[in-house]
Protein backbone atom coordinates (compact mmCIF):
# COMPACT_ATOMS: atom_id res chain seq x y z
CA UNK A 1 0.00 0.00 0.00
CA UNK A 2 1.21 3.43 -1.25
CA UNK A 3 1.29 6.48 0.29
CA UNK A 4 -1.81 7.54 -1.80
CA UNK A 5 -3.65 4.24 -0.50
CA UNK A 6 -3.37 5.06 2.95
CA UNK A 7 -4.17 8.80 2.44
CA UNK A 8 -7.52 8.00 0.46
CA UNK A 9 -8.50 4.84 3.40
CA UNK A 10 -7.72 6.74 6.13
CA UNK A 11 -8.94 10.46 5.40
CA UNK A 12 -10.34 11.21 2.21
CA UNK A 13 -13.36 8.33 3.36
CA UNK A 14 -14.17 9.84 6.41
CA UNK A 15 -14.34 13.17 4.87
CA UNK A 16 -16.87 12.31 2.37
CA UNK A 17 -19.10 9.61 4.39
CA UNK A 18 -20.42 12.53 5.95
CA UNK A 19 -21.28 10.97 8.89
CA UNK A 20 -22.29 13.53 11.44
CA UNK A 21 -25.50 13.51 13.69
CA UNK A 22 -27.78 15.92 14.16
CA UNK A 23 -28.20 16.10 17.54
CA UNK A 24 -23.88 16.97 17.19
CA UNK A 25 -24.78 19.80 14.79
CA UNK A 26 -27.08 20.81 17.05
CA UNK A 27 -25.44 21.15 20.04
CA UNK A 28 -22.12 22.76 18.21
CA UNK A 29 -24.48 25.39 16.99
CA UNK A 30 -26.08 26.17 20.09
CA UNK A 31 -22.82 26.31 21.92
CA UNK A 32 -21.37 28.52 19.17
CA UNK A 33 -24.95 30.87 19.97
CA UNK A 34 -24.22 30.81 23.71
CA UNK A 35 -20.60 31.99 22.76
CA UNK A 36 -21.36 34.55 20.39
CA UNK A 37 -23.54 36.08 22.72
CA UNK A 38 -20.95 36.29 25.54
CA UNK A 39 -19.03 38.16 23.12
CA UNK A 40 -21.54 40.72 22.25
CA UNK A 41 -21.94 41.51 25.56
CA UNK A 42 -18.30 41.95 26.31
CA UNK A 43 -18.20 44.11 23.12
CA UNK A 44 -20.93 46.04 24.58
CA UNK A 45 -19.39 46.80 28.27
CA UNK A 46 -15.99 47.57 26.88
CA UNK A 47 -16.55 49.37 24.01
CA UNK A 48 -14.50 52.75 24.01
CA UNK A 49 -15.82 54.21 20.73
CA UNK A 50 -17.52 57.08 20.11
CA UNK A 51 -20.61 55.70 18.65
CA UNK A 52 -21.33 53.06 19.64
CA UNK A 53 -21.66 50.36 16.34
CA UNK A 54 -24.33 48.00 17.38
CA UNK A 55 -24.72 46.38 13.44
CA UNK A 56 -20.96 45.31 14.52
CA UNK A 57 -21.94 43.64 17.45
CA UNK A 58 -24.37 41.81 15.72
CA UNK A 59 -21.85 40.45 13.53
CA UNK A 60 -19.86 39.82 16.24
CA UNK A 61 -22.46 37.29 18.14
CA UNK A 62 -23.53 35.52 14.47
CA UNK A 63 -20.02 34.96 12.96
CA UNK A 64 -19.04 31.94 15.79
CA UNK A 65 -22.99 30.88 14.43
CA UNK A 66 -21.51 30.46 10.50
CA UNK A 67 -18.03 29.69 11.09
CA UNK A 68 -18.81 26.83 13.10
CA UNK A 69 -21.67 25.71 10.48
CA UNK A 70 -18.94 26.30 7.54
CA UNK A 71 -16.21 23.94 9.68
CA UNK A 72 -18.83 21.11 10.01
CA UNK A 73 -19.83 21.33 6.25
CA UNK A 74 -16.28 21.28 5.42
CA UNK A 75 -15.23 18.46 8.04
CA UNK A 76 -18.20 16.17 7.01
CA UNK A 77 -17.40 16.12 3.08
CA UNK A 78 -14.28 16.79 1.13
CA UNK A 79 -16.01 18.27 -2.11
CA UNK A 80 -17.96 20.90 -0.09
CA UNK A 81 -14.50 21.54 1.99
CA UNK A 82 -12.48 22.67 -1.53
CA UNK A 83 -15.77 24.48 -2.47
CA UNK A 84 -15.32 26.75 0.38
CA UNK A 85 -11.71 27.12 0.24
CA UNK A 86 -12.25 28.23 -3.36
CA UNK A 87 -15.13 30.66 -2.67
CA UNK A 88 -13.92 32.48 0.58
CA UNK A 89 -10.41 32.81 -1.38
CA UNK A 90 -12.78 35.68 -3.43
CA UNK A 91 -14.51 37.17 -1.22
CA UNK A 92 -12.85 40.71 -0.29
CA UNK A 93 -14.21 42.83 2.32
CA UNK A 94 -14.32 46.53 1.43
CA UNK A 95 -15.38 48.05 5.06
CA UNK A 96 -11.60 49.05 7.03
CA UNK A 97 -11.92 48.54 10.58
CA UNK A 98 -11.09 51.88 12.13
CA UNK A 99 -10.54 50.46 15.50
CA UNK A 100 -7.53 48.26 16.34
CA UNK A 101 -9.84 46.86 19.41
CA UNK A 102 -12.47 45.69 17.03
CA UNK A 103 -10.26 43.89 14.54
CA UNK A 104 -9.38 41.75 17.92
CA UNK A 105 -12.92 41.10 18.49
CA UNK A 106 -13.42 39.97 14.86
CA UNK A 107 -10.78 37.68 15.07
CA UNK A 108 -11.94 36.39 18.48
CA UNK A 109 -15.38 35.57 17.31
CA UNK A 110 -13.85 33.89 14.15
CA UNK A 111 -11.60 31.60 16.31
CA UNK A 112 -14.63 30.54 18.51
CA UNK A 113 -16.27 29.60 15.50
CA UNK A 114 -13.57 27.77 14.27
CA UNK A 115 -12.81 26.12 17.40
CA UNK A 116 -16.04 24.53 18.21
CA UNK A 117 -16.76 23.59 14.65
CA UNK A 118 -13.83 21.35 14.86
CA UNK A 119 -15.62 20.07 17.91
CA UNK A 120 -12.87 21.57 20.82
CA UNK A 121 -15.53 22.67 22.71
CA UNK A 122 -13.29 22.80 25.87
CA UNK A 123 -10.70 25.11 23.90
CA UNK A 124 -13.53 26.78 23.05
CA UNK A 125 -14.50 27.35 26.50
CA UNK A 126 -11.18 28.38 28.27
CA UNK A 127 -10.15 30.79 24.83
CA UNK A 128 -13.23 32.59 25.94
CA UNK A 129 -12.41 32.69 29.32
CA UNK A 130 -9.34 33.48 29.12
CA UNK A 131 -9.57 36.33 26.03
CA UNK A 132 -12.17 37.88 28.19
CA UNK A 133 -10.53 38.11 31.35
CA UNK A 134 -7.34 40.06 29.86
CA UNK A 135 -9.46 42.27 28.02
CA UNK A 136 -11.10 43.42 31.26
CA UNK A 137 -7.90 43.49 33.66
CA UNK A 138 -6.30 45.64 30.43
CA UNK A 139 -9.41 47.53 30.97
CA UNK A 140 -8.62 48.59 34.73
CA UNK A 141 -5.01 49.64 33.94
CA UNK A 142 -4.97 53.33 34.23
CA UNK A 143 -3.53 55.40 31.81
CA UNK A 144 -1.76 58.69 31.59
CA UNK A 145 -4.24 61.51 30.77
CA UNK A 146 -4.56 62.92 27.61
CA UNK A 147 -2.95 66.03 27.22
CA UNK A 148 -5.61 69.41 25.92
CA UNK A 149 -5.53 71.61 23.44
CA UNK A 150 -6.04 75.20 24.18
CA UNK A 151 -7.35 77.77 21.60
CA UNK A 152 -7.06 81.58 22.53
CA UNK A 153 -8.29 83.97 20.12
CA UNK A 154 -7.19 87.94 20.95
CA UNK A 155 -7.38 91.24 19.35
CA UNK A 156 -3.77 91.36 19.44
CA UNK A 157 -0.61 89.75 20.33
CA UNK A 158 0.48 92.03 23.73
CA UNK A 159 -1.78 89.69 25.84
CA UNK A 160 0.40 86.82 25.46
CA UNK A 161 2.66 87.31 28.62
CA UNK A 162 -0.28 87.53 30.41
CA UNK A 163 -2.09 84.73 28.71
CA UNK A 164 0.62 82.26 30.08
CA UNK A 165 1.24 83.90 33.64
CA UNK A 166 -2.69 82.69 33.68
CA UNK A 167 -1.64 79.35 32.44
CA UNK A 168 1.23 78.73 34.68
CA UNK A 169 -0.82 79.28 37.52
CA UNK A 170 -2.96 75.82 36.44
CA UNK A 171 -0.36 73.96 35.36
CA UNK A 172 3.76 72.87 35.43
CA UNK A 173 4.17 72.74 32.04
CA UNK A 174 2.59 73.81 28.20
CA UNK A 175 3.90 74.19 25.00
CA UNK A 176 2.73 77.11 22.64
CA UNK A 177 1.87 74.65 19.14
CA UNK A 178 0.82 77.35 17.10
CA UNK A 179 1.13 81.54 17.08
CA UNK A 180 -1.04 82.71 14.21
CA UNK A 181 -1.18 86.17 13.58
CA UNK A 182 -3.43 88.11 11.11
CA UNK A 183 -5.66 91.35 10.70
CA UNK A 184 -7.99 90.21 12.70
CA UNK A 185 -6.05 89.62 15.92
CA UNK A 186 -4.34 86.27 16.71
CA UNK A 187 -4.32 82.99 17.78
CA UNK A 188 -2.86 80.48 19.94
CA UNK A 189 -3.20 76.67 20.39
CA UNK A 190 -0.97 75.97 23.40
CA UNK A 191 -0.89 72.09 24.19
CA UNK A 192 -0.81 71.41 28.26
CA UNK A 193 -2.09 69.46 30.92
CA UNK A 194 -4.49 70.67 33.29
CA UNK A 195 -6.94 69.20 35.98
CA UNK A 196 -9.09 72.15 36.56
CA UNK A 197 -10.47 73.11 33.60
CA UNK A 198 -13.14 75.14 33.87
CA UNK A 199 -10.99 77.89 36.27
CA UNK A 200 -8.55 77.45 33.61
CA UNK A 201 -10.87 78.27 31.23
CA UNK A 202 -12.61 81.41 33.03
CA UNK A 203 -9.19 82.87 34.35
CA UNK A 204 -7.56 83.12 30.49
CA UNK A 205 -11.04 84.68 29.16
CA UNK A 206 -10.54 87.27 31.91
CA UNK A 207 -7.45 88.61 30.28
CA UNK A 208 -7.71 92.31 28.92
CA UNK A 209 -7.77 92.13 24.65
CA UNK A 210 -8.92 88.22 24.39
CA UNK A 211 -12.27 87.53 22.56
CA UNK A 212 -12.58 83.94 22.92
CA UNK A 213 -11.07 80.38 24.51
CA UNK A 214 -11.69 76.91 24.08
CA UNK A 215 -10.31 74.07 25.82
CA UNK A 216 -10.42 70.41 23.74
CA UNK A 217 -10.14 67.28 25.09
CA UNK A 218 -9.92 63.41 23.80
CA UNK A 219 -9.49 60.01 24.73
CA UNK A 220 -6.80 59.22 23.21
CA UNK A 221 -3.44 58.12 24.67
CA UNK A 222 0.22 59.85 25.30
CA UNK A 223 3.01 59.72 23.33
CA UNK A 224 6.59 60.48 24.93
Known amino acids: MNFNDLFKNSVLDKLQSGEISTTAIVVTLLLSVAFGLIIYFAYKFNSRSGFYNRSFNRSLAILPVITSAIMIAMGSNLTISLGMVGALSI???????????????LFWSISIGIVTGAGLFELALILLLIVALL?????????????????????????????????????KSHKIRSRNISKNGTEWIIELQVKKEAELVSEVAKVEGVDSVHLMTHDGDVRF
Do not use: H, M, W
Request: contains cysteine; proline residues 6%; aromatic residues 8%.
Open 135 to 171: ISVLDLIPSFRAPCLLVVTAKGAECEKEILAQIKKFT
Open 91 to 105: VRFRNAVKDPADLTY
